[in-house]
């Protein structure tokens, strides 16, 4: 057939692949490209698992929510994991909830190929994500500045968020 | 040159061709797209595709072919180059009529009825281009119309007919007209005769707005039809298609033109599913569009204009709907932008298909998303006419079916959590003192609560002005009642303390069941007698209410308890009233925060410690009636019923999927020691097909019991209301009985595929001739929908 809709962009793969996957890559791109869970990026720490199925039930039926947590504190860190039963519930996700806000982000969905236990830690220096450990910015709904840059500034430029 | 070198040359010749044949395919799809010169593009393809015809005739046949179905909207474009191929070469045309009557012919069978529509207007517009004479498309047209004359058939099929002959019309209206007026008076006078006989029941049922004021809300062929009627009055002078044949008509005209080989209508199969009639959306006319001066005109509702713009704007949906940016670039692309008020006629086409009724084409969330896309790429214009669009729509809820109420809400609360919860409630302060039940307040009621699952009770509180105060949602909280506190006023305290221990230790279930038997059952006190309690109440409400305490920190945390005393749950969930005890007890614990009470429903029905029935039956009981005209009682009842009919369609499936594999197992199941012959998996059997028979049965049975329960609890609240109502003198036409009504069209209309099977059961326990005519009228519309 000429003219079909398979393989629309926005159910394709991005670039990222787990580097901690134990498998070969063709083996993580398999799965990815089977896959049922999602990765969920740029929550803020607040963003309750509330929320998270509020507005993911939008697409379908909501297998389980596993949200990011600070390795030591056990706090959430600004990521989850969502699991469809369907692939085609997942896909709706992908086409239509990645890119728009919850709780006034931005957030980002991709394709994961998994959900194994430990995974729900971030994976940074001091327990949160590896992108908190670096960025210079000011972002209240992720603790403030990058954990490199608040050792830099000092005490008092440390913090942000809002807790409710 | 030995054998390896002649597969090379031919492995190469082949993938020359395949290049060339790709190469044409580009060419064909693509023509008309950009924004050259059409006419000599077509000009220059018609000369490459004649020299082509030799070798690859076959391919641009069928690449034609597809495009003349599968892009209807440039219908024209390749109806022109086919009729320039024909000019050049007649029995290429000869050859693609053929071609199409026969894809005309397959797609009825199949019931591909948009195809089978574009694949008739395609035909009728190849008379434009003389490929094809007027006798024979109006013969063609006379022997699909005597499908309005068949007696025993559904309505729909007569429908799509007639429906499929008129849409071709507004493209060889004309035509027909100079060169066969007669024959094509007598075609629109029998299409004419039917029209008037048809019921138009459904109209009720399938419009979103209840009244014609401001805009009238018509059924679509009639719409249809009063639109080539207008179209008829002015002599069938229609501007609006693009028609590139008209630059080629001296090439054109000296063409030979085709018969079309005759077909008739494949004759109705009770297995043919035609698509059910839809009442045309109209939600903005030309008064509400800017100043007249300022911008080109929306033309009016029975404009032949209209019709086309709204066709190929939805065709555009259709095509990009899963990718929603290049949707949204498309729409605003649309090629008669300059003509039109575009953003109206895009937002209104928008909302056509998320309110359109029974449910929308694609999911919700699609067109929520293509909306902020939409805004996204034009921000001075689109939030305008959305906001206007939406004001539109709250001032004119009072009339507005349920069901599309409900996605308003749901679509609202979405767009605003997009867009930092800003709005102009200002606006709609004067609402706030009406009536608690009036649509308005109503909205705004459920608008905010759907807002606050999205973010947090306080940030709702802080986005409002202070008048709404009544309408806020109260704070969500667990209501946890045995309490150390109250040992003395409430019973049972000293249980839960136990349990509490017990559940922190991580005590089994059978330990846990043990500590349980020990409560005393307050239903003993009030037996008379030997009549053992089939339940105890304490008992559930402690265990319940204790267990989702502990796990009431997040979703998950409940999750986890529940799975965790699945036995538990089970040995005290047996019989109905226990479930109802269970429902009872959960309500009280979770009463202020509406979506966990959704969300642990939904855990429960879906491991099957709660029955379906009893859910039903629990939302129809007294002690539910305060909460009864709530959004989030229908939500539960929705996914309730969807549970059970997924449960029904999941199993159906399977054994029709196991039919299929009993046909091919060879081997026999007499002997036992044979090995068996099937490769890997399951080897079935005619026993498993049997037991998934019994299941499929079974299930069939708690559906049916399911729609009869909830039927039955609706004929009896209604008609309990309507007696009072009569008994006292007064109107029965209240909020709350607008609202009952609306929400038991809401579950006919929202499952009527799979309460179509029980119609005659339903018909002859519950919808009876006797029934109050205000709730048989319902039942009867809910017949019309595929009469």
């Known amino acids: 057939m000429f003219l079909n809709n398979s393989g629309s962009p926005s159910v394709e793969l991005s670039s990222y692949r787990d580097q901690h996957f134990k498998g070969s890559r063709a083996e993580q791109e398999k799965l990815l490209k089977q896959s049922t869970t999602l990765y969920v990026g740029n929550l803020s720490f607040y963003t309750t698992e509330e929320q998270i199925y509020e507005l993911f039930s939008k697409c379908g039926d909501i297998k389980r929510i596993i949200m990011g947590l600070d390795k030591y504190k056990k706090t959430p860190c600004g990521f989850c994991f969502l699991e469809y039963y369907t692939r085609a519930d997942a896909e709706n996700s992908m086409r239509y909830v990645n890119g728009t806000r919850l709780d006034d982000r931005i957030i980002r969905i991709d394709w994961d190929a998994g959900f194994v236990e430990g995974r729900q830690f971030g994976r940074g220096k001091t327990g949160g994500q590896v992108r908190d450990e670096y960025r210079a910015d000011f972002d209240a709904g992720r603790g403030g500045y990058g954990k490199l840059m608040q050792q830099k500034l000092g005490p008092s430029e440390i913090g942000g968020g809002f807790p409710r | ?787």
């Open chain 2, 1 to 787: 040159m030995n054998a390896l070198d002649r597969l090379g040359k031919k492995r190469r010749k082949v993938s020359e061709n395949q290049d060339i044949e790709d190469r044409l395919g580009k060419l064909i799809i693509e023509v008309g797209e950009k924004n050259t010169n059409l006419e000599s593009n077509l000009e220059g393809l018609a000369s490459v595709l004649e020299g082509d015809l030799g070798t690859f005739r076959a391919k641009v046949l069928r690449i034609l072919t597809e495009c003349a179905i599968k892009i209807p909207e440039k219908c024209t474009i390749y109806s022109t180059l086919v009729g320039l191929l024909n000019s050049k070469n007649y029995n290429f045309g000869g050859e693609f009529v053929e071609h199409m009557v026969r894809n005309l012919k397959d797609n009825l069978k199949s019931c591909n009825w948009n195809s089978a529509r574009y694949c008739l207007r395609f035909l009728a517009d190849l008379v434009n281009c003389h490929v094809i004479s007027a006798n024979s498309l109006l013969a063609l047209f006379d022997n699909l119309l005597d499908a309005v004359k068949e007696e025993g058939v559904p309505m729909v099929r007569k429908d799509w007919y007639a429906y499929a002959v008129l849409s071709c019309l507004p493209w060889v209206g004309r035509e027909l007209y100079e060169k066969k007026e007669h024959e094509l008076n007598m075609l629109l006078t029998t299409i004419e005769v039917y029209l008037n006989k048809r019921s138009k029941k459904h109209l009720a049922v399938l419009r979103v707005w209840a009244t014609d004021n401001p805009h009238p809300q018509e059924e679509y062929l009639e719409c249809l039809w009063a639109q080539i009627n207008k179209l008829r009055q002015d002599n069938w002078t229609e501007n609006h298609i693009l028609r590139p044949y008209l630059a080629f008509d001296s090439i054109l005209c000296e063409a030979l033109q085709h018969n079309i080989p005759a077909i008739i209508p494949p004759p109705h199969h009770p297995s043919y599913k035609y698509p059910m009639p839809w009442v045309v959306f109209r939600m903005f006319d030309y008064t509400d569009c800017p100043e007249v001066s300022l911008g080109p005109i929306l033309p009016g509702a029975h404009a032949i204009e209209r019709y086309l713009i709204e066709e190929h704007l939805h065709q555009i949906i259709e095509l990009y709907h899963y990718e929603r940016k290049e949707c949204s670039q498309q729409l605003m692309n649309f090629p008669y932008k300059l003509n039109i008020p575009l953003e109206y006629c895009v937002i209104e086409v928008i909302f056509a298909e998320l309110l359109s009724l029974p449910s929308p084409r694609y999911i919700e969330i699609f067109y929520s998303s293509l909306l902020l896309e939409l805004c996204k790429l034009k921000p001075y214009s689109i939030p305008q006419v959305l906001a206007q669009a939406t004001e539109m729509f709250f001032f004119r809820l009072e009339n507005m079916n349920v069901a599309c109420f409900d996605r308003l809400v749901t679509w609202f609360s979405y767009h605003l959590s997009n867009f930092k919860f800003s709005f102009a409630w200002d606006d709609w302060e004067a609402s706030v003192k009406f009536h608690p039940e009036h649509p308005q307040p109503k909205f705004i009621r459920e608008v905010l609560l759907k807002t606050m699952r999205l973010s947090y009770h306080q940030r709702i509180c802080d986005m409002v002005p202070k008048s709404y105060a009544s309408l806020l949602p109260e704070k969500p909280e667990v209501n946890y009642k045995y309490n150390i506190e109250n040992s003395n006023i409430i019973e049972g305290v000293q249980y839960a303390q136990t349990l509490t221990t017990a559940i922190r230790q991580k005590n089994s279930d059978e330990q846990i069941i043990n500590i349980l038997k020990d409560i005393s059952n307050p239903l003993l006190m009030e037996a008379s007698g030997d009549v053992e309690p089939r339940f105890n109440p304490l008992q559930i409400s402690v265990f319940v209410q204790t267990l989702l305490f502990l796990g009431a920190k997040s979703f998950t945390h409940s999750f986890v308890a529940i799975n965790r005393y699945y036995e538990v749950l089970k040995w005290l969930a047996e019989s109905e009233e226990a479930q109802l005890c269970v429902l009872r007890s959960i309500f009280e614990l979770w009463r202020t925060h509406q979506q966990m009470l959704v969300v642990l429903i939904d855990k429960l029905l879906k491991n099957q410690i709660l029955d379906c029935s009893s859910v039903a039956n629990w939302i129809f009981s007294k002690e539910m009636s305060s909460e009864f005209t709530k959004l989030y009682i229908w939500e539960i009842l929705c996914l309730t019923i969807n549970k059970m009919s997924k449960h029904v369609n999941r199993l159906t499936k399977e054994l029709s999927e196991m039919r299929e594999k009993v046909g091919h197992t060879t081997g026999s199941s007499d002997s036992e020691d044979e090995e068996p012959q099937v490769k890997s998996e399951e080897k079935v059997t005619e026993e498993m097909v049997e037991r998934m028979e019994e299941k499929l049965e079974s299930a069939q049975g708690d559906q049916k019991n399911l729609f009869l329960i909830i039927f039955q609890r609706f004929i009896m609240i209604l008609s309990e209301h309507l007696v009072r109502c009569d008994t006292d003198g007064i109107s029965h036409d209240n909020y709350w009985y607008k609202w009952t009504i609306g929400r038991l069209q809401q579950v006919f209309l929202a499952h009527h595929d799979q309460v179509q099977k029980y119609s005659s059961t339903l018909e002859t326990l519950l919808f009876t001739q006797d029934l109050d005519p205000h709730i048989l009228e319902v039942f009867h519309q809910f017949l019309s929908l595929r009469g």
